[in-house]
């Protein structure tokens, strides 16, 4: 069974830093490009960042640039993001995702949530004082 479980959500203070998780079991997470997405109550959903299968390609929303941080660790088929000097309007649950490299830029990843088959159930991030 294929399933990506995120982790690391919480209640943080404005200015402070979280890591999400994002873990799959059931497949090897390397041939994939894996994207975070948030969505706030009463919102679409967002993409936040993504990253390529090799980890050599990143790409940011510019609300997030310079605080959020992706990575990943494909011998413990895991993906992170860093979230620094979060902000009220980061609070959303976020979602991790999985989906084959794009077609014709392998090494490159993609912010359209289309284009992702598999989906983690959802971390809730709350910033708040």
């Known amino acids: 069974q294929l399933q990506l479980v995120e982790s690391g959500g919480g209640l943080v203070q404005p200015g402070g830093s979280l890591r999400l998780s994002c873990a799959a079991s059931?497949?090897?997470?390397?041939?994939?490009?894996i994207g975070w997405f948030r969505q706030a109550p009463g919102k679409e959903r967002e993409g936040v960042s993504c990253?390529?299968?090799?980890?050599?390609?990143?790409n940011y929303a510019d609300s997030v640039k310079g605080r959020f941080t992706m990575s990943r660790d494909n011998a413990k088929n895991t993906v992170y993001l860093q979230m620094n000097s979060l902000k009220p309007e980061d609070t959303a649950v976020y979602y991790c995702?999985?989906?084959?490299?794009?077609?014709?830029?392998?090494?490159?990843?993609?912010?359209?949530?289309?284009?992702?088959?598999?989906w983690g159930q959802g971390a809730q991030v709350t910033v708040s004082s």
């Open positions: 995702a999985a989906g084959p490299p794009p077609v014709g830029i392998p090494r490159m990843c993609v912010m359209n949530s289309l284009k992702y088959n598999y």
């Open positions: 059931g497949f090897t997470m390397d041939y994939y490009a």
């Open positions: 990253i390529s299968s090799s980890g050599g390609n990143t």
